[in-house]
Structure formats: C-alpha cells, structure tokens
C-alpha cells in the first residue's frame, strides 16, 4: 500500500497525521471486506491484500483536512471509495482479459469470470451499506458516480457513435470511469469534515479533471513502465483492442491524406491479431517510440494544470500545498 510518506507532502506533521489516518483506512477495508462464506471471503480479500496506491482514500483524507478531518465520517467516506474502486477493478478485469492485478494474478484467471463478477457485485453491496450510514445525501453522491461508472464503461465498450470525435469521446469516458470517483472522493472528505459548499465544489471540480489527468498518465505507462514495476501486463488494452489516448491519437494521423507509411503499418499491426507475445510487444515498442506518446504526456500535464486551477480560490496553506504535490504525484509516474 501507499502512504502518505511515499507522498511529496511538504508537511512533516501533515504526512504523520495521513499516514496513521490512512493506516486506520486499511484495517477498516480489509474488516469491511470480510465475509462469512469461505469462498466469497477469499475472493474478496484477494486486491486488497495485492495492495494498491489507495490514491481515492488518500484524497479523502486531504480534502478533509480542509475543515475538521478528524471527524468518524470522513474515514468511513474514505473506506466506500476505495470498496468502490476495488469493485470495479473486479468488473473491468474480467472486461478486458487482463492477466495480471497490482502484481498478483486477476480474481477471474483465479476463479473464473463468473466469480470474479460476484466478487465486484459483493464489494458493492458492502460499499452501499456503508454509504448508507452517512446519510441520504451520501448515498445520492454515490449512486451518482455508480451510475457514471457504469456509462463509462458502456461508452468505451460501445466506442463513439457515427459522426463523433474518438478524442472527445475517450475523454468523457475518462472524466466517467475515472473522473467521477476521484471527484467524489474528495467530495466526501470536504463535505464530511464541514467545509463551506463552496470548498466542497472546489475540490470536486479537482477531483474530476485530476482523474482525467490521472487516466491519461496510466496510458502513458501501459506502454513505457516496466510490468514488474507496475503489477500488470504492459499492452494489454492493445491486446484486447481497448481504446487509449496514444492509439486514437495514431489513428486520427494515420487517417489523414498525408499519413506516413510507418504510421499506417503501425495501425495495421494494432488491427492484428496480438494473441502472441513476441506480436504484441512488437506493437509496444512501435507505440512506445512514436510521438503520440508524448502528447499524451502533455496532455495529461494539461489536464493535470486545469486542476490546479480550480485550487486557486482555496487559501494557502500546508493543506493546499498537499494538494498540488499530490496533482504533481500523479502525473509524474509518466515522465
């Protein structure tokens, strides 16, 4: 797991109070995930003992500590964002055939897909439940972002219809499956520590453009990042013909009048069949060499900026330093 030390916090003071925050986060998400059935509990059990980052519990945590973070709400907040994501990466495994999880190998190539789906649907109910212990309001929030999750995933699944911008449409899908999550997580860790509703927007408006920023970062290092480094099996959206931000932007060259013939033997290689190891890490390095590489980079450090942006209101502090340090944490994993 992450915490608030392998963080670029400033704050001595603010780094020990996260991290023993965040230390009190995990134990209540490895007893919220407990069940009785043996195999429903293994199963559950199973991403959250490969770890993580826990960046939506981390961001809960910091919003919080924009008004009183102390307050027993925020930690729960904190637990039913990151049940939340852990569910869906149960769901978006078993979409995307992908092999490897943080390291250790996916719930459906363990138990099958089926119970793999179950697992995700478990976790749910479990952060339903204790979403509904901080109020109706709480539970809208959620069923919000539930509901944007879910369109997400059918958007990229269903890719853009007749006439429609593949970038665009990728980046609401992104703002969807990634976005709204991050949004909510410091909703809640604003809105649970009694900040002013103003505070409350702010940080959402954050929360939303930091996660698209996000998103695109985790494109970048698909491709460039060692897969022992990162847990997962680097060109594996180009295996299962995933759209991501350096393919779209390749198509759209490759698309054009003036398209090189490198460019279009490159896409032609990713309409291939990718089964194979030794065709699919031909396609990495094909991709990971290009250009569009790069300007995905930038375009993740642009979003990751308009973030920023929306902090300016926000009065300065170490609170507020934190914030920014963690918008940079993100999208420097690219670089």
């Known amino acids: 797991m992450t915490s608030a030390a392998a963080l670029p916090?400033?704050?001595p003071e603010l780094t020990e109070l996260l991290t023993g925050r965040l230390a009190l986060v995990e134990e209540?998400?490895?007893?919220?995930?407990?069940?009785?059935?043996?195999?429903?509990?293994?199963?559950?059990?199973?991403?959250?003992?490969?770890?993580?980052?826990?960046?939506?519990?981390?961001?809960t945590l910091l919003a919080a500590q924009l008004g009183n973070g102390m307050r027993p709400e925020v930690l729960d907040a904190a637990v039913v964002v990151e049940l939340t994501h852990l569910a869906t990466l149960y769901h978006d495994d078993v979409m995307d055939s992908a092999p490897l999880r943080r390291g250790a190998p996916a719930a459906h190539e363990v138990w099958g897909n089926s119970v793999a789906i179950l697992t995700g649907d478990l976790l749910f109910a479990r952060a339903s439940s204790m979403v509904a212990g901080l109020g109706p309001e709480a539970v809208r929030i959620q069923a919000a972002a539930f509901e944007r999750l879910c369109l997400g995933q059918l958007h990229e699944t269903v890719g853009p219809q007749g006439g429609e911008d593949a970038v665009e449409h990728y980046l609401q899908v992104l703002s969807d499956k990634t976005g709204s999550l991050i949004a909510t997580s410091a909703r809640f860790g604003a809105m649970f520590a009694g900040c002013h509703p103003d505070v409350v927007r702010i940080v959402t408006e954050y929360g939303e453009k930091v996660g698209v920023a996000f998103q695109l970062a985790d494109d970048v290092i698909d491709l460039s990042a060692d897969g022992a480094a990162t847990g997962k099996t680097p060109g594996t959206d180009l295996r299962e013909q995933v759209p991501t931000m350096p393919v779209l932007l390749l198509r759209a060259r490759a698309a054009r009048p003036d398209a090189s013939a490198q460019d279009r033997e490159l896409v032609a290689l990713l309409d291939s069949d990718l089964s194979a190891d030794v065709d699919l890490a031909e396609a990495v390095r094909g991709l990971r060499g290009h250009s569009v590489v790069d300007e995905t980079r930038a375009l993740a450090v642009a979003w990751a900026h308009e973030a920023v942006a929306e902090l300016r209101p926000l009065?300065?502090?170490?609170?507020?330093?934190?914030?920014?340090?963690?918008?940079?944490a993100l999208v420097d994993r690219a670089s």
């Open 9 to 11: 916090l400033a704050d």
């Open 28 to 59: 209540r998400l490895r007893d919220a995930v407990a069940q009785a059935d043996a195999l429903a509990d293994t199963a559950s059990r199973h991403l959250v003992n490969a770890g993580g980052k826990r960046l939506r519990p981390m961001l």
């Open 315 to 328: 009065p300065g502090g170490k609170v507020k330093d934190a914030l920014l340090s963690f918008t940079d």
